[in-house]
């Protein structure tokens, strides 16, 4: 079966930092892009980093650039998410996923995890 797990959100106040992680297994995760969604109450769910398989680039859209990096380790099939200077607005659901290209958009991406909650506190 095919598992993305992610892990590590919380409550925290605007300016911390949190680490997110995506934990997979059941498919060849060095042949797949990640990337990281977040979705709010009330909003479509959006990108705010992914990753490619074959030369780890990155993409961040203007919300996420500066404050959030994503990586990836190959060997432990495994993605982060660090998130720095977090904002109330950061506030949401955030999912990790899995698909064939690096891409912002969601129906692009074959496998979705659980989502884990970040909660930023003004």
């Known amino acids: 079966d095919v598992q993305l797990q992610a892990s590590g959100g919380g409550l925290v106040q605007t300016g911390g930092s949190l680490r997110l992680s995506c934990a997979t297994s059941g498919f060849a995760f060095d042949d797949y892009a990640i990337g990281w969604f977040r979705q709010a109450p009330g909003k479509e769910r959006e990108e705010v980093a992914c990753?490619?398989?074959?030369?780890?680039?990155?993409y961040y859209p203007a919300s996420a650039e500066g404050r959030f990096t994503i990586s990836r380790d190959d060997a432990k099939n495994t993605a982060w998410l660090q998130m720095n200077n977090l904002k109330p607005e950061d506030t949401a659901v955030y999912y990790c996923?899995?698909?064939?290209?690096?891409?912002?958009?969601?129906?692009?991406?074959?496998?979705w995890g659980q989502g884990t909650l970040v909660t930023v506190s003004s």
């Open positions: 990753i490619a398989s074959s030369d780890a680039k990155t």
């Open positions: 996923a899995a698909g064939p290209i690096l891409t912002p958009i969601p129906s692009s991406y074959n496998y």
